[in-house]
């Protein structure tokens, strides 16, 4: 069984930084992407950013610049580092990862529980 657990969210003003963290367990054989996505209220889940195992990284136009993205390999953990948040970036923030474990034969994606992100104005 393969659990994402994240942490980091919290509260915090305008212009202000958070850092998410979101580690993979369980019996894991290989990971490939890893990614984080966010949901506001009433709004579709978006990707924010993903990191591929090679380290290739893509971004959120709505975000590149302030947030950066990184992976620690040989602990199966992604962060997401938030600079110069705005109001906008509220949202639940979910941890994503394609996931070959020892019970599949192919890459399966999971999902964390979602960590709250409130940015006051």
């Known amino acids: 069984q393969v659990q994402l657990v994240e942490s980091g969210g919290g509260l915090v003003q305008a212009g202000g930084s958070l850092r998410l963290s979101c580690a993979a367990s369980g019996s894991i054989r290989s990971i490939n992407a890893m990614g984080w996505y966010r949901q506001a209220p009433g709004k579709q889940r978006e990707l924010v950013a993903t990191i591929f195992s090679g380290g290739r990284t893509n971004y959120a136009d709505s975000v590149k610049g302030r947030f950066t993205i990184s992976r620690e390999y040989a602990k199966n953990t992604v962060y997401l580092q938030m600079n110069n948040l705005k109001p906008e970036d509220t949202a639940v923030y979910y941890c994503?990862?394609?996931?070959?474990?020892?019970?599949?034969?192919?890459?399966?994606?999971?999902w964390g529980q979602g960590t709250q992100v409130t940015v006051s104005s």
């Open positions: 994503n990862a394609d996931i070959l474990s020892g019970a599949t034969i192919t890459y399966i994606g999971y």
